[in-house]
């Protein structure tokens, strides 16, 4: 087994709410670069990590992990739409690994996917069935979340897993760093949108433009003091993207979520889609690890990285 990890952000206002044309040059360079590493290390499966927003689950049964042997695209936010290449039984025999190392993981034979997953797919590989995947969902928008400390754990079960596989390995981990973009609260949520966030599946064309126009909306307030949402925060990010750089991922432990959520804003915690990453490297053997790139980007809602690594 050959095991190489990349971490980056994602965003649903990419082509949509651009910042100026020099930041979108800085960070096609750090993403073509990201690729080509891709294309020269020819994977021959891809393990994702990746939140969902509200596209795939759903309150009416939302589980903290889960695997999906088969995989669709919504296709939201420029996004391709369609099934993705997913490894179907050797997903299968992971989740068995997981519960096996006793971490509760949920299992989709049908999962439909969102931007949070194939974005990054399609700009490291150039689209979302390139090469053979396993998609694991880690829940980081719908409180309440799993402990930090179960993200690693999964990791750490992941990895154990490709350990064993005689194959080159990618591992990914997609979303953050911090960003609050408009995501509803189920807590006080007025009927129409609690229905939406406990059933909202298969929305119509219209409901789901409207809530780009909303995102859209807020992309171009964020950052200001117009806009309610918490702002990002850089010096957040880059702490955390040293502890990962640095192997510290005992202290992931004691991340609390609440203080996160206040520091970073709420969707921060697509951060555990990296923590999983790492944790699951790291079980592969020590690691070597390196920030590419770095930028807090209002326009997109995002604090916005790229981080590799490798086993020594
Ligand atoms: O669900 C929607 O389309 C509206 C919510 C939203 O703002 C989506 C955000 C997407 C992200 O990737 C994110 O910021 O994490
Ligand atoms: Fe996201």
Same mark, same amino acid.
């Given at each position: 087994?050959?095991?190489?990890?990349?971490? !980056? *952000?994602?965003?649903?206002?990419?082509? &949509?709410?651009?910042?100026?044309?020099?930041?979108?040059?800085? =960070? /096609?360079? $750090? %993403?073509?670069?990201?690729?080509?590493?891709?294309?020269?290390?020819?994977?021959?499966?891809?393990?994702?990590?990746?939140?969902?927003?509200?596209?795939?689950?759903?309150?009416?049964?939302?589980?903290?992990?889960?695997?999906?042997?088969?995989?669709?695209?919504?296709?939201?936010?420029?996004?391709?739409?369609?099934? !993705? *290449?997913?490894?179907?039984?050797?997903? &299968?025999?992971?989740?068995?690994?997981?519960?096996?190392?006793? =971490? /509760?993981? $949920? %299992?989709?034979?049908?999962?439909?996917?969102?931007?949070?997953?194939?974005?990054?797919?399609?700009?490291?590989?150039?689209?979302?069935?390139?090469?053979?995947?396993?998609?694991?969902?880690?829940?980081?928008?719908?409180?309440?979340?799993?402990?930090?400390?179960?993200?690693?754990?999964?990791?750490?079960?992941?990895?154990?897993?490709?350990?064993?596989?005689?194959?080159?390995?990618?591992?990914?981990?997609?979303?953050?760093?911090?960003?609050?973009?408009?995501?509803?609260?189920?807590?006080?949520?007025?009927?129409?949108?609690?229905?939406?966030?406990?059933?909202?599946?298969?929305?119509?064309?219209?409901?789901?433009?409207?809530?780009?126009?909303?995102?859209?909306?807020?992309?171009?307030?964020?950052?200001?003091?117009?806009?309610?949402?918490?702002?990002?925060?850089?010096?957040?990010?880059?702490?955390?993207?040293?502890?990962?750089?640095?192997?510290?991922?005992?202290?992931?432990?004691?991340?609390?979520?609440?203080?996160?959520?206040?520091?970073?804003?709420?969707?921060?915690?697509?951060?555990?889609?990296?923590?999983?990453?790492?944790?699951?490297?790291?079980?592969?053997?020590?690691?070597?690890?390196?920030?590419?790139?770095?930028?807090?980007?209002?326009?997109?809602?995002?604090?916005?990285?790229?981080?590799?690594?490798?086993?020594?």
């Amino acid at each position: 087994m050959t095991v190489k990890l990349k971490c !980056l *952000s994602h965003t649903p206002l990419r082509g &949509l709410n651009d910042p100026g044309a020099n930041v979108v040059a800085e =960070v /096609d360079a $750090a %993403l073509a670069k990201a690729r080509a590493e891709v294309e020269a290390f020819d994977p021959e499966l891809i393990v994702i990590f990746a939140p969902d927003h509200y596209n795939g689950l759903f309150y009416d049964l939302m589980p903290p992990f889960v695997i999906a042997t088969a995989a669709e695209s919504v296709g939201d936010y420029l996004t391709q739409p369609g099934p !993705l *290449s997913v490894e179907k039984d050797l997903a &299968l025999e992971l989740t068995r690994h997981v519960l096996d190392s006793d =971490v /509760d993981i $949920a %299992l989709s034979h049908r999962l439909q996917v969102d931007h949070g997953c194939t974005q990054t797919l399609e700009e490291l590989t150039g689209s979302i069935n390139r090469y053979p995947v396993i998609p694991i969902i880690i829940n980081s928008v719908a409180p309440p979340f799993a402990p930090y400390r179960r993200v690693r754990k999964l990791g750490e079960a992941v990895g154990r897993f490709i350990a064993k596989l005689d194959k080159r390995v990618l591992i990914l981990g997609t979303g953050g760093l911090s960003h609050e973009p408009p995501v509803p609260l189920l807590a006080d949520a007025p009927e129409a949108i609690s229905e939406f966030l406990i059933a909202g599946r298969n929305p119509t064309p219209e409901a789901r433009a409207a809530r780009q126009a909303r995102t859209i909306a807020a992309g171009k307030i964020y950052g200001t003091a117009e806009s309610l949402q918490t702002p990002l925060n850089a010096d957040w990010d880059l702490a955390f993207i040293d502890l990962l750089v640095q192997g510290r991922l005992d202290e992931i432990d004691e991340f609390k979520i609440e203080e996160i959520s206040k520091a970073a804003g709420r969707s921060a915690h697509e951060v555990r889609t990296w923590v999983a990453a790492f944790a699951a490297l790291a079980a592969t053997g020590a690691y070597t690890a390196r920030q590419d790139y770095y930028r807090a980007i209002n326009e997109w809602i995002a604090g916005y990285g790229v981080v590799s690594a490798e086993q020594n």
